[in-house]
């Protein structure tokens, strides 16, 4: 019959084929899960659509380096590292009972957070949720902490008359 035979099929110069006239499975590379070839041996088509079963989270939108490649670790970080340096720093503040002081600067990070996310394209590891999900979360947060800051007895810089009605009566002084 023409030349050697193998389990799988007859011999070519590329090697062993199946019945299908495709390469034996083990000749196949194979470079990332979605071309793994299929039952049958065959590569499956590349595709961009995402697979029926996710076995991975996707990085956010947004998540790639702040900085080329080749940078140090902290340089492509910076926009994280530039949020918790400004919020450390208001924790330290705090600590040394400047209490407004400190709690505005950690609502500036976080609205600064924010900001950042919405402006620029790659925030790194500040990208945590979606671009929305991140704006939203980052820049209520910030709002309220300042907006509490600000609230913060005693002088109190901003008051706001309905939350004295709602606390005159919520508590009651007898």
């Known amino acids: 019959m023409g030349g050697p035979e193998t389990p799988g099929g007859p011999e070519t110069p590329e090697g062993p084929e199946t019945p299908g006239g495709h390469e034996a499975p083990e000749d196949l590379t194979v470079r990332d899960p979605i071309s793994a070839p299929d039952a049958e041996g065959r590569p ?3 595709t961009r659509r995402f697979p029926l079963f996710t076995r991975d989270t996707a990085r956010p939108e947004g998540g790639g380096r702040a900085a080329p490649g080749d940078a140090p ?3 492509r970080q910076w926009p994280v590292l530039a949020v918790l ?3 450390g720093l208001g924790l330290l503040i705090t ?3 400047q209490f407004r002081l400190g709690t505005l600067l950690i609502g500036a990070a976080l609205l600064g957070g924010g900001a950042m996310r919405w402006l620029l394209p790659d925030v790194g590891m500040l990208a945590v949720r979606s671009r929305f999900t991140d704006i939203v979360t980052y820049g209520l947060l910030g709002t309220v902490i300042v907006l509490l800051a ?3 007895q005693p002088d109190p ?5 309905f939350l004295k009605d709602t606390l005159h009566f919520t508590v009651t002084n007898e």
Do not use: E, T, W
């Open 44 to 46: 499956r088509r590349v």
């Open 157 to 161: 810089l901003l008051q706001i008359p």
């Open 95 to 97: 600590a040394f009972g």
């Open 150 to 152: 600000l609230m913060a």
């Open 85 to 87: 340096g400004l919020a």
């Open 73 to 75: 670790a902290p340089a």
